[in-house]
């Protein structure tokens, strides 16, 4: 396992902190029988060929060498190899990530117009295009791994398959077989999500099987996924199941949060981002339940970032001047709820969403912005 790592030159290519001829070494410790062995080679690679979301010129040499590890029986922590790989497929070019910052600091504005600027940036999307190509080409091995014993590899073996929609014609119909006979609902979950993304509308009949039937936490992603793919023609009741689960998300969060589409954040959160897709016409009746969950969240939950944009969004156009007087009854019902709430502002970078709708950008400021009226 593993012989062709020394076929290639490393030492030629690169990552995040230069040269790539570590990375040989990082991959053969995660066949290690030792776990801290195994997680100091994952805290690694995510720091070198993934880095800050982010991919280098060693990235894609890298994934076949992964894909690997995923095919053999002896290889442990499946689930974490599964989330890595498919951030792989995920990854940006590190110029076009950090675009909007550069454009805002005047010493990057003129190098961004020179010829070195755009060859360095095709360069790194040929870098990008190469990763997801070699994440893609996997597509049988995740497959293979949806029949995994462990639950929690089989629920991240769909999640892999999401970045995969080229295959969508092989992979639908596993799904689909797979899920008849699965019985954790996490996997479930993954399942359908995966679907959402892959498959589209063609979902939606298992989509309204889950809805009507399925555990708490299949019935609420079922009913997201619905909106997701429905493009403002979702069923009242898949609203009103996503609209439940702002107002009662502990025991669905339980379960929703191991997954890896949680990526850290509460169901709330893609609750609240559900609610957005389900078409402008509902904007009234969706955001004064987005602000009410919103109020209840806990302390520094990084769900309440997506909801205040999402508010905002669905009540504002981007990139508009605002004047106090000519605010519309939504709009300041909008503001004057998030100037009172104190999880609307518990984290700094919400700074960013309001001034992209040319808003005033802390509390205080937004309360005089409302008093001027």
């Known amino acids: 396992m593993l012989e062709g790592l020394d076929r290639i030159n490393w030492q030629d290519l690169e990552h995040a902190y230069g040269s790539a001829e570590d990375v040989p070494e990082q991959i053969r410790a995660l066949a290690s029988n030792d776990k801290q062995t195994r997680e100091q080679a994952y805290t690694q690679l995510w720091g070198n060929i993934i880095h800050q979301g982010t991919v280098y010129s060693a990235t894609a040499y890298a994934v076949p060498f992964l894909i690997e590890l995923l095919q053999s029986p002896h290889v442990k922590d499946k689930p974490q190899l599964l989330v890595l790989v498919t951030a792989l497929a995920c990854g940006s070019s590190y110029h076009e990530a950090h675009q909007p910052l550069f454009q805002d600091v005047g010493v990057f504005t003129e190098e961004m117009q020179q010829p070195e600027w755009h060859r360095q940036l095709q360069e790194e999307r040929g870098w990008v295009e190469g990763a997801w190509q070699a994440v893609v080409a996997g597509t049988p091995t995740y497959l293979s791994l949806l029949a995994d014993p462990h639950p929690e590899t089989r629920f991240c073996a769909a999640y892999a ?166 605010l519309t009854d939504l709009q300041r019902y909008v503001l004057t709820r998030l100037a009172q709430s104190q999880r609307a502002w518990d984290w700094g970078n919400v700074y960013f969403i309001f001034r992209q709708f040319g808003l005033p950008d802390d509390q205080k400021k937004l309360r005089r912005f409302l008093e001027e009226a």
């Open 161 to 326: 398959l999401a970045v995969c929609g080229e295959h969508a014609s092989e992979i639908v119909p596993q799904l689909q077989r797979q899920l008849k006979v699965e019985k954790d609902a996490r996997v479930q979950a993954s399942m359908l999500l995966c679907l959402s993304c892959i498959a589209g509308s063609a979902g939606v009949p298992l989509f309204e099987e889950h809805l009507q039937s399925g555990s708490p936490l299949t019935r609420a992603i079922a009913a997201l996924c619905w909106v997701r793919v429905a493009k403002g023609q979702a069923p009242k009741l898949a609203i009103d199941v996503i609209s439940d689960v702002l107002t009662n998300p502990h025991p669905i969060d339980t379960l929703y949060t191991q997954l890896p589409w949680a990526d850290g954040e509460s169901v709330v959160a893609a609750a609240s981002q559900a609610l957005g897709q389900s078409g402008s016409e509902a904007a009234e009746d969706v955001v004064p339940r987005v602000l009410d969950a919103l109020d209840r969240l806990q302390k520094h939950d990084t769900a309440s970032v997506s909801m205040v944009g999402l508010v905002l969004a669905l009540s504002f156009e981007p990139h508009k001047e605002r004047r106090s007087p000519d």
